[in-house]
């Protein structure tokens, strides 16, 4: 049914669901263009965190970077979050959704959940429990929360939230808009 009718079963039009994979997609190449970006910050900021000889010069350290536990967000969830935090589903106060892939913010979110593990799993001293209150306690009440990206779903039925409107910006916004954010113009 790609004539736009709706299908009997109230689920998604396989040309919307692409749609909003293709968006979240876009997202996290956004996401990991930063992360690529600030990798160099990140391990100057390490270096310099007191690992000097007696003269004050810095030491880097040659090590290997560890290989991810799970290949991609799909094998997180559906192997360790959902197991790990199981939750009643459908009531007024914990939304989700079996298609939860077919959210693009659950799926940035679960992203971002997904790779900030992958970093902090590796710390056996506070790691976790950074990851839990600093990544998943933030995340886990609005991806799950009555106004979450599962709102109108029930356990058994998907239902995509409507996309919010947008109205054209005229060109003299958009001029004064554009250009890198402020934080990358002070080199």
């Known amino acids: 049914m790609s004539d736009g009718t709706p299908r009997p079963d109230g689920g998604p039009q396989l040309e919307d669901l692409v749609a ?41 350290k040659k090590e ?46 679960l992203q971002a959940l997904w790779t900030s593990w992958e970093v902090l799993r590796l710390d056996p001293g506070t790691g976790m429990g950074v990851w839990l209150r600093d990544h998943l306690d933030s995340q886990l009440g609005i991806l799950m929360g009555p106004d979450g990206p599962f709102a109108q779903c029930s356990p058994d039925q998907h239902e995509a939230l409507p996309v919010l409107p947008v109205a054209p910006v005229p060109a003299a916004v958009l001029e004064a808009l554009s250009g890198p954010p402020p934080s990358l113009n002070n080199e």
């Open 64 to 109: 290997e970077k560890p290989e991810p536990q799970f290949s991609n967000v799909v094998e997180w969830v559906e192997e360790w979050f959902i197991p790990t935090f199981p939750r009643k589903s459908g009531g007024s106060m914990s939304r989700w959704c079996a298609l939860w892939w077919a959210h693009s913010e659950a799926v940035v979110r």
């Open 20 to 60: 909003q994979l293709r968006a979240a997609q876009q997202r996290i190449e956004e996401i990991e263009e930063y992360v690529d970006w600030s990798q160099p910050l990140v391990e100057q900021m390490e270096r310099s965190d007191g690992q000097g000889d007696a003269a004050g010069e810095s030491q880097p």
